[in-house]
């Protein structure tokens, strides 16, 4: 709903980036199983990882930079979005950090992949490298032969055959097919969300700006968030400005999502930017990194930037992450061996083999315990804040015992007061100690994550148990919109729905229609 104040829904019901620091997920899972060591036959371990609504990537960089840190293990990710867009964006995102590097240097992988992941408009070598991936995976994601060839990372087998063609069609929307910047109007579209995000305070958007800022985010711990930074943001849509400011002005294809909207009684499908417009990408990269200098303040100011430490923590992501993308025959040593401090073999990075990517069908996370190959599968859950109304008894059936939950709460939602975000602790605790979890000690009693396990002997509560708690308080996913508001601002209105364009196919849950070569991943 709209007020004279503005909507109060800055997040969006699309989530293109994280609202929490980057996660090593093996960190967070059980460690590995004793048995396994003792084995006659030694083999290698494997962690299972299902996450629900990770939408950028973040934690499995995170995870891959840091493998090293760790006993080998065999990493299997399981990621499930509730739209096709962010699963295009993770495969776009991981053959970027993936390239090898004869052919993308590791400064330009870092920034092209800054631009893509956070700014609404790009530089044009950007954009021409976004349509060239584009091109490329339009012809990979319908041969799965070639796909695992060149993509061995990668499993789209139990995705349903409508949600792979909807899937080329993104692609197909990012290689350009449809008419220049005016397919996808960014400027126009990102002016328009402010307005309708702000109402009568638009003509003080600035001093909106800093309180959200001052008073928001910098209390929650996002202290080192610059306010040039963050006002530049919330004007334009660019987060990372890498060049000067003129050189950003192709529209980020990559940010745009199909949404049903209603138009004159009638539902309509259109084409815009339905995400993040009140607090941005600096806090997944840029609040939190290893090298303490990056964190110092003088005369009690951040001595760098949100923007500066993002790019910092990136680019050794990328340096740690680029072995796994190269082929075997250009690696040189795969099996190259160090020495820890207790003159013990230390391993190298990981060959691609040893971790995968699947991608789950849209809408599966209550029929996933269905699946016997699902059931007390995973050793770790995550949750992000917008999917926090999946966690279920049924998806808890789905963490191994012992097996641990980690879910994200809505720190940095910079719309909900103190009490709101209590409350939305509280829910959470609720939900989880329904689906058969509870809850481990927090450090500190403003928390970025929740985390959960489940005892070996747990068993989940009963729905009747799940319906009596308090709803949770109004965070993402805002209503069906009058479409004169949501494309206020001169965006011309799209045509009566009839049948989705193409690349705004949208997969329904209804559509049942799975793919029956591979069911149940790596079994």
């Known amino acids: 709903m709209t007020t004279p104040a503005g909507s109060g829904a800055g997040f969006g019901n699309v989530s293109w980036w994280g609202l929490s620091p980057a996660l090593d997920l093996q960190a967070e899972s059980p460690p590995v199983d004793s048995d396994l060591r003792g084995d006659a036959e030694p083999r290698t371990p494997e962690l299972d990882v299902l996450l629900l609504g990770s939408v950028d990537g973040r934690h499995l960089l995170r995870t891959l930079a840091r493998a090293a840190l760790w006993p080998r293990r065999r990493l299997h990710f399981y990621v499930l979005e509730n739209n096709l867009e962010a699963v295009a964006r993770h495969i776009l995102i991981f053959s970027l950090a993936l390239e ?10 870092s920034e092209t992949f800054l631009e893509v992941w956070g700014n609404a408009l790009l530089r044009p070598q950007v954009a021409a490298f976004v349509r060239a991936q584009a091109k490329r995976l339009v012809h990979l994601v319908p041969e799965p032969d070639r796909l695992a060839e060149q993509l061995p990372w990668l499993s789209l087998g139990a995705l349903k055959f409508r949600e792979r063609d909807a899937l080329e069609a993104v692609f ?4 350009g097919g449809e008419k220049g910047s005016e397919a996808f109007p960014m400027s126009r579209l990102w002016d328009s969300r402010l307005r309708h995000y702000l109402g009568s305070r638009y003509d003080a958007r600035r001093g909106v700006s800093d309180w959200d800022l001052h ?4 209390d929650r711990g996002a202290r080192v968030i610059h306010t040039r930074e963050f006002r530049r943001w919330r004007d334009t849509g660019v987060a990372f400005e890498l060049r000067d400011s003129s050189a950003y002005h192709v529209p980020n294809r990559t940010l745009a999502s199909g949404r049903l909207l209603s138009h004159h009684g009638e539902r309509v499908a259109a084409r815009g930017y339905w995400g993040d417009i009140a ?3 600096f806090v997944a990269f840029g609040i939190e990194a290893d090298d303490d200098s990056l964190l110092r303040t003088s005369n009690g100011q951040p001595v760098k930037t949100a923007g500066e430490i993002t790019q910092h923590n990136v680019t050794e992501l990328f340096r740690e992450v680029a072995a796994w993308g190269r082929p075997r025959t ?3 040593n795969p099996e190259q061996v160090h020495q820890d401090q207790d003159g013990r073999p230390e391993r190298a990075a990981l060959a691609p083999e040893f971790f995968t990517v699947h991608f789950l069908p849209l809408g599966s996370a209550q029929t996933l315990h269905h699946k016997s190959c699902y059931k007390e599968r ?3 859950l995550y949750v992000a804040c917008g999917m926090v109304h999946l966690l279920s008894p049924d998806l808890g059936a789905t963490v191994a015992p012992g097996g641990r939950l980690v879910v994200e709460l809505a720190r940095y939602l910079v719309d909900l007061r103190q009490e709101q975000l209590q409350g939305f602790a509280s829910r959470v ?7 058969g979890f509870t809850l481990l000690p927090q450090a500190r009693p403003l928390e970025t994550f929740a985390r959960f396990h489940k005892a070996p002997d747990s068993t989940c509560g ?4 799940v319906d009596s708690m308090t709803p949770l308080p109004d965070v993402p996913t805002p209503p069906l919109e009058d479409l004169s508001q949501a494309l206020e601002g001169g965006t011309p209105p799209p045509e009566p729905f009839k049948r989705p364009p193409e690349s705004l196919a949208l997969p329904t849950e209804s559509d049942s229609t799975t793919r029956e070569s591979d069911p149940c991943p790596h079994l």
């Open 100 to 109: 090898e590097p004869e052919k993308m240097g590791l400064q330009e992988r």
């Open 172 to 175: 197909r929307f990012w290689a």
């Open 215 to 218: 008073m928001k985010l910098h």
């Open 279 to 281: 607090t941005g990408p």
């Open 330 to 332: 250009a690696q040189g």
């Open 378 to 380: 995973f050793q770790l």
């Open 429 to 435: 605790e609720e939900l989880a100690r329904a689906a």
């Open 462 to 465: 009963t729905g009747s148990a």
